[in-house]
């Protein structure tokens, strides 16, 4: 089946700099990834959809500036949190979705990468 | 998008069938039904989806109304390994193919031994 690998599973920073997450498609070619954090006892919350070659479109209350996606090519993704400060703290997690026999086509999720600002 | 109503949290025992209610009342008729898990610490995984008949999978099955306006997934037999959190969506079905899942708070279902 489809598989998206995620790294890092789990990353600590300094407060100021910039952590970059990879999202990998391992067995199929990801058309469109999207991008998601989770803060503790929390739903997952979209951050950003992304398709191949184009620019992301982030939901509204995200900075673009500050969560910098990058998709550009159709078996990678990464989210570089720049200048990450504590409240950047969270579980981010992608997921991929290919080219499909139709709408139906699955969300397939990576592992998730826990970043710890301090 | 529709939204979707699922209690917080729901107990079961080991070894016995887990009914897990859904409620859309506002579904549209191109909406897909979608459940996922989250598992502690890991991404969400797909459970199953369907339109408008009942599906089974080696997983679970999904019962959906006849009016569409609430759902059901069936664990036959719950495990300790089915404690998560399980999510209820509606997708639009749109030929595009690439609107998100939008994630409600889900229900939180602990398995007791």
């Known amino acids: 089946g489809a598989v998206v690998s995620q790294h890092p599973s789990w990353v600590i920073c300094k407060s100021g700099t910039s952590v970059k997450i990879e999202c990998r498609s391992l067995d199929f070619q990801a058309t469109t990834m999207f991008w998601y954090r989770q803060f503790p006892k929390q739903s997952l919350m979209l951050m950003a959809t992304?398709?191949?070659?184009?620019?992301?479109?982030?939901e509204q209350g995200v900075e673009k500036d500050k969560f910098l996606i990058n998709h550009a090519s159709l078996t990678l993704s990464t989210l570089t949190v720049t200048s990450a400060h504590p409240e950047d703290s969270s579980f981010y997690i992608c997921?991929?979705?290919?080219?499909?026999?139709?709408?139906?086509?699955?969300?397939?999720f990576g592992s998730g990468t826990r970043l710890t600002v301090v | 998008d529709a939204k979707t109503t699922q209690p917080n949290s729901m107990e079961s025992n080991e070894e016995e069938p887990v009914h897990l209610p859904c409620n859309h009342s506002t579904i549209s008729g191109t909406d897909y039904i979608h459940w996922y898990r989250q598992l502690p610490s890991q991404g969400p995984e797909y459970v199953i989806h369907g339109l408008t008949s009942n599906v089974n999978n080696r997983m679970a099955s999904l019962a959906i109304a006849e009016d569409r306006k609430s759902s059901t997934l069936i664990l036959h037999r719950a495990t300790l390994r089915d404690a998560a959190v399980y999510y209820c969506?509606?997708?639009?079905?749109?030929?595009?193919?690439?609107?998100?899942?939008?994630f409600g708070k889900g229900t939180r279902l602990s398995v007791i031994a």
């Open positions: 992304s398709n191949e070659g184009s620019k992301a479109t982030y």
């Open positions: 969506i509606l997708r639009r079905g749109l030929p595009s193919g690439n609107t998100p899942l939008v």
């Open positions: 997921s991929a979705r290919g080219k499909g026999p139709g709408p139906n086509y699955g969300y397939t």
